[in-house]
């Protein structure tokens, strides 16, 4: 097909590098720094220490069910693994926002995530990380990630995301 493409070419002037370019976008699209092992995890090669690192190879967020602020056994297995990794890089400092889906009203939804990255902050402490270390802020439903009127899109916005602020300093 490609070759039958590009045989054509004196139809169309310019489609071989057209799609010399193309396939180039392509390569670079898969080129990502992210690869998985054998058991599916991905891993990043990005720098240690870095956001990219904490994000991609840690898990920067969770995700709570509907009108619920107590973390689920998966949110507390991710809040582990930031756990683990702020006590590698003692200087680092984190913000937990907390975020509803669009139902309910304004006030509801900011007093309903201002209790989820408080119980994110609260399970962090429990692993060692200093109070000092951690704000929280509410959101509500203010900074959605997903936008319908669905469950597949409120199931996003119910979620806690842990920001790393500042430099890493080794």
Request: aromatic share 6%.
């Amino acid at each position: 097909m490609m070759r039958a493409i590009l045989r054509s070419k004196s139809r169309f002037p310019g489609l071989s590098q057209i799609l010399a370019a193309v396939l180039m976008l392509g390569l670079a699209a898969c080129a990502g720094t992210t690869t998985r092992t054998a058991q599916g995890t991905a891993h990043s090669n990005a720098k240690p220490g870095t956001k990219e690192d904490f994000s991609v190879n840690v898990g920067d967020r969770i995700f709570f069910p509907t009108d619920v602020t107590s973390l689920t056994d998966t949110g507390k297995d991710t809040l582990r693994r930031q756990a683990v990794w702020l006590k590698t890089y003692p200087n680092v400092k984190i913000v937990v926002e907390g975020h509803a889906d669009e139902r309910g009203t304004r006030e509801y939804n900011i007093g309903l995530s201002a209790r989820r990255s408080a119980n994110a902050k609260a399970f962090l402490v429990s692993q060692g990380i200093s109070t000092a270390r951690i704000k929280t802020i509410s959101y509500g439903k203010e900074r959605p990630v997903a936008v319908c009127d669905d469950e597949t899109c409120w199931s996003q916005n119910r979620r806690s995301v842990t920001l790393v602020t500042g430099a890493v300093s080794s």
